[in-house]
């Protein structure tokens, strides 16, 4: 069953499109994966947690304790996408955006006021704010 399968492949990409084939074998594979790298973040009492997944695999994972992080901005990023920089003392910052929950920019102001770290806050992101309560008003009447 597999081995017409094989041939057809075979015949076209030693044909004249074997450049197109090897591509969208290439962007196949790009999109597979993509689609399966899974971002978390993670608010714990003493420290932020990063972790970067493949198939729930961790491949990429990072620890802010509230003695690394300079402050937090929050900003506006899209026609209405909030999302928070992560200044970090050494090493690079993290930019959250798109997240699934907009909860988490109030977690991490929480976690900011809690443990002492500044915190700027944009008047673009403090209009979304705004326009969150708003709308969150309309919800329930």
């Given at each position: 069953m597999f081995i017409p399968v094989i041939q057809i492949a075979n015949s076209y990409a030693t044909h004249s499109y074997g450049g197109l084939f090897y591509f969208s074998i290439l962007l196949g594979l790009f999109i597979i994966i993509t689609f399966s790298i899974n971002y978390t973040f993670i608010f714990?009492?003493?420290y932020l947690m990063y972790e970067v997944s493949f198939m729930?695999?961790?491949i990429y994972k990072r620890v802010f304790h509230p003695s690394h992080l300079k402050k937090i901005a929050?900003?506006?990023y899209s026609w209405a996408t909030p999302g928070a920089l992560i200044h970090t003392k050494k090493g690079l910052n993290l930019r959250l955006?798109?997240?699934s929950s907009n909860r988490i920019f109030h977690e991490l102001l929480t976690?900011?006021?809690k443990h002492d770290i500044?915190?700027?806050k944009t008047k673009d992101y403090q209009l979304?704010?705004?326009r969150s309560k708003y709308i969150s008003k309309e919800k329930l009447l």
């Open positions: 714990l009492d003493e729930s695999i961790c929050f900003k506006r955006v798109l997240f976690f900011a006021h500044p915190i700027s979304l704010e705004r």
